[in-house]
């Protein structure tokens, strides 16, 4: 791609990848896809592409690290070195590190632990191609892992950001529109119980940008929402009619 301009990516409302303002990226959503996890996803974000797996509840290891009250929520947010156009270290970075907090913490709201004391839920999340809105879209994914193995939850988190683009509002920016951006608000939310349960914001917004940016994130957390329940519902639909096909 040429070299552009913040200018360059917002010209007559349209954006450098043919999008609007309001539009989300194509999104594709399949859960249960490994065989060896408890509960797996595989999720498409525009050009990212990542895989989830979700072992537990199983016995904590270390043995230190269990709760008596609730079950150990540990994440791993990955880049595989192959996942960007320079090559990075396998090696975990600091940024992995802090995402992996962050997912996990937008996770823990809607994941009943407690019904597991003394136990571990792992949640591993393998970026193999990133386009900006990674953390989103592991979010998602780990959400539909999370329900394939099994786990109580008290909702789906659906994730989402917005930016700003030349001064302009923009939903969900690709990794060229966020390095030229000028601002990016990751929102994850629990529709259900009206819950946001992650809220980051990189850059500077005006106090009306930012009520209007979050709302336009929720909006469209619900649209993902919704993507996520038709996604379990399709694998679940498919797992009864081979059922019923191998009674016949």
């Given at each position: 791609m040429p070299q552009l301009s913040p200018e360059d990516l917002f010209r007559n409302g349209i954006r450098v990848d043919g999008r609007r303002w309001n539009e989300l990226r194509p999104i594709r959503m399949e859960v249960g896809v490994l065989d060896k996890a408890d509960g797996s996803a595989y999720v498409e974000h525009g050009k990212n592409k990542i895989l989830v797996a979700v072992y537990g509840p199983r016995e904590a290891h270390p043995k230190h690290i269990a709760l008596p009250d609730r079950a150990t929520i540990k994440c791993r947010y990955h880049m595989a070195p192959f996942s960007v156009e320079e090559r990075k270290s396998p090696a975990p970075s600091r940024r992995e590190i802090e995402i992996s907090k962050v997912i996990r913490e937008a996770l823990e709201p809607a994941i009943l632990s407690e019904y597991y004391p003394r136990t571990s839920i792992d949640i591993f999340i393998e970026v193999l191609q990133s386009d900006g809105g990674s953390r989103c879209a592991g979010i998602n994914g780990a959400s539909l892992a999370l329900a394939d193995a099994g786990i109580?939850?008290?909702?789906?988190v659906a994730a989402c950001a917005v930016g700003k683009i030349a001064g302009h509002l923009a939903l969900d920016l690709?990794?060229?529109e966020d390095?030229?951006?000028?601002?990016d608000m990751p929102?994850?939310?629990?529709?259900?119980?009206?819950s946001v349960t992650l809220l980051q914001m990189d850059g500077v917004f005006t106090h009306d940008e930012f009520a209007a940016g979050l709302e336009l994130a929720v909006e469209n957390c619900k649209k993902i929402y919704q993507m996520q329940k038709e996604a379990l519902r399709r694998q679940y639909l498919e797992i009864g009619s081979e059922g019923i096909e191998a009674n016949r």
């Open positions: 109580p939850m008290r909702d789906l690709s990794d060229v390095k030229l951006g000028e601002a929102v994850a939310y629990m529709p259900t119980y009206n």
